[in-house]
């Protein structure tokens, strides 16, 4: 669910599920849609009003995120890094403070160990960033919060979708991507780019130290 005024970040995001329909299932969770509402005056959203309580907000704390993100026409920032120099950057839309939004995701499991060998899971996560690389989305917000397990269905048979650039089922799924953009940079670039920040993960979580990517 959407935080107040943000209906526009979770829009964004719910765009790049419908770009990465391909790996949905199989790098990033199953998208059921965006639902949104516009709540009546003198209702009350108890998140929302929790969040007003609280003073701390990471959400934007990224330095992956270059301050020269583009837009992709429709007003989202960071959604194509391909316009030309001299174009004018579309603004993000004025925020609705009465509009909530809700986007259905497949239900996932665990984040990654901490403290412990990450040494079985190291190759199926560069792998799920090489299959974002490989459809021009770069997530930019690679942290230990945002990779989660597949929980094993028995009664699921697409619950183990094998991928097809890899031939297997990933078993780690990656989750955010509301300060993701789309690019026309290479795949070995990308990778390059997902894996020194993904190295920065393996090398710290066995040694029991959450790092995010402003540290």
Known sequence: ???????????????????????QGIAVPRCYGLFQAHIEEGAEVKTWNDEKDSESDDSDDSDQVAESDQSDGDGFAGANANESEGEKIPEMPTPDPTLLSILLLERLGERMPVGES???????????????????????DIRWSNILSVIQDPDD?????????HGHAHQWRVIDFDVARKTNGTIIYMDKCAGSWLVRLFLNLPKGRIIEPWD
């Open 1 to 23: 669910m959407s935080r107040q005024n943000r209906s526009a970040h979770m829009e964004q995001e719910a765009w790049f599920y419908d770009e990465l329909e391909q790996v």
């Open 118 to 140: 990450l040494d079985h899971i190291k190759d199926d996560v560069h792998e799920i960033y090489n299959d974002l690389s490989r459809l021009g989305i770069e997530h930019l």
């Open 157 to 165: 048979e697409s619950s183990g979708t094998v991928c097809p650039n």
